[in-house]
């Protein structure tokens, strides 16, 4: 596996964990370190997304 898709897979799982913790706690845990909605908070979100449109990639490889 290549260093991106680890990275990109640990952006997917942090992504995943703070879903949870949203959908059954309504704790929003990135908010929670960095600020509602600051600019370091958008840019986490952001890489999560971009994460998960490369984690597409990752169903397909070998």
Known sequence: ????DKIAL???II????WGLIGFF???LVD???GE?????RIIYALVGLSGL?????LFDD
């Open 1 to 4: 596996m290549k260093v991106v």
């Open 10 to 12: 640990v952006l997917i």
């Open 15 to 18: 992504g995943a964990i703070n």
């Open 26 to 28: 309504k704790f929003n």
């Open 32 to 34: 929670a370190i960095f």
């Open 37 to 41: 909605m600051s600019i370091l908070s």
């Open 54 to 58: 490369w984690g597409i990639k990752l």
